[in-house]
């Protein structure tokens, strides 16, 4: 079992939390762990940021500030249930159109369901496949968001060229995940809540604790922030940045491909 961060040079691919597994062993737990939180993915998110993903994601809409024009296209992957989806639509006053892809398709039939009653469904595609082969042509989409996805993809390399293939020359890359916290105090406060106390309450909400203590585990396994920025670079894309959210408890990366 190994506790360290992977880094910039890979790992997490056969990353299934802190334990090890063989080629493509991953995705399939992966997806399992995902058809059984699908009906309770906003708790999962709020247990794991004490409701801080809501802000979170909101900076995130901020900073891509969607046009409010028709024929802006964005591709939100390991979006199923819509939450980046609506909101981006939402902030382009309804002109934007979403394309949400992910591989689970229990997470895609809530945001589907979801957005039926938000009266969105003429702005919104739901496409399940996966981020590491995106049955999309080279060029599709004005900009590419992930939140909360990209460590759960064993290739992250691979989605990351998928991602730059796609977008359109001038095209956005904007990834919000949970990072490294770089405040000492906070650290420990947040490793004590993480390993005691979200497996406990999942398995109380749930009655199933095994998905959030594989989700807690991912988290301390994905690269830092800086690692990651250098596998966004070498996927080709330039102006790399990132921002730390809530002492880095979360971090927002942006590219461009230009």
Known sequence: MSVERTTANGGMETSYGFRQVGAGEKQPLVNEVFHKVANRYDLMNDLMSAGMHRVWKDAMIAWLNPPKRPGWKVLDVAGGTGDIAFRIIEASQRNAHATVLDINGSMLQVGRERAEKKGLSAHLDFVEA??????????????????FGIRNVPRIDVALSEAFRVLKPGGRFLCLEFSDVDMPLLDRVYDAWSFNAIPKIGQMVTGDGEPYAYLVESIRKFPDQNNFARMIGSAGFERVSFRNYSGGIAALHSGWKL
Do not use: G, S
């Not at 981020?131 to 060029?139: M, S, V």
């Open 130 to 147: 996966n981020a590491e082969e995106l049955p999309f042509a080279d060029a599709t989409f004005d900009a590419y968001t992930i939140a």
